[in-house]
């Protein structure tokens, strides 16, 4: 948590993070990691925000299953090739690049 609250301390203005479904799954975790950790003023002063990429898509996609993997299925050619490594970070934040260019 310490090197997490370095790397954002190392942008020269507060960041906004970005998760899919992340109201309701990684920014509660991530925020009670850090005060668990004794950070959480540190992170708080090095942050703007969250941003939730799942909100403009329910919007946008309304009967669409949102999930990270259906939605990489669909907007993503050649998934089947990609599949396995749904659900690391980068992966993830490449899939949701994507899919964003295409809706």
Not at 27 to 34: A, D, N, T
Not at 80 to 90: D, P, Q, R, S, V
């Amino acid at each position: 948590m310490g090197k997490m609250c370095e790397w954002l301390e190392s942008f020269s203005k507060k960041v906004v993070l970005v998760a899919h479904f992340g109201t309701g799954y990684d920014h509660p975790i991530l925020i009670r990691q850090m005060a668990r950790a004794g950070l959480a003023e540190r992170f708080q002063k090095s942050i703007f925000g969250f941003s939730d990429t799942m909100i403009p898509l329910k919007r946008t996609m309304p009967k669409q299953r949102l999930k990270l993997t259906v939605l990489g299925e669909e907007f993503i050619p050649g998934w089947n090739m990609y599949e396995g490594k749904a659900h690391t970070a980068l992966f993830d934040v490449w899939c949701m690049l994507m899919v964003f260019r295409k809706v």
